[in-house]
């Protein structure tokens, strides 16, 4: 089983940027996709993006599309979330996750990890 450890997590103004990186232990690691989710107060977890075990195919929600990069280095068995020019509604707690489908459905997750604030004001 893989263990999944988020961090980058924090406070940053509206036009910002900031970069998440989920740490995975585990030998069966590149074997997962990989997910990033994230939720706000009082709303459900949605998916923010998605790589392949290979990252050869990512997948974006409308909300983040073309302001976010996910990927993964599978030399240093982690992967990361690029995030840019983030917006208010970006608030969330952002939670890194391990599945066997493209893009990573939440019913489809196999491990989560802890979770990381980011909190984005203006």
């Known amino acids: 089983q893989v263990q999944l450890v988020e961090s980058g997590g924090g406070s940053v103004q509206a036009g910002g940027s900031l970069t998440l990186s989920c740490a995975a232990s585990?030998?069966?690691?590149?074997?997962?996709?990989m997910g990033w989710f994230r939720q706000a107060p009082g709303k459900e977890r949605e998916r923010v993006a998605s790589?392949?075990?290979?990252?050869?195919?990512?997948t974006y929600s409308p909300a983040v599309q073309g302001r976010s990069t996910i990927s993964r280095d599978v030399t240093k068995n982690t992967g990361y979330l690029q995030m840019n020019d983030l917006r208010r509604d970006d608030t969330a707690v952002y939670y890194c996750?391990?599945?066997?489908?493209?893009?990573?459905?939440?019913?489809?997750?196999?491990?989560w990890g802890q979770g990381t604030q980011v909190t984005v004001s203006s």
């Open positions: 996750a391990a599945g066997n489908t493209i893009p990573l459905a939440t019913e489809d997750v196999e491990q």
């Open positions: 585990g030998r069966t690691f590149l074997s997962y996709s």
């Open positions: 790589i392949s075990w290979s990252g050869g195919l990512t």
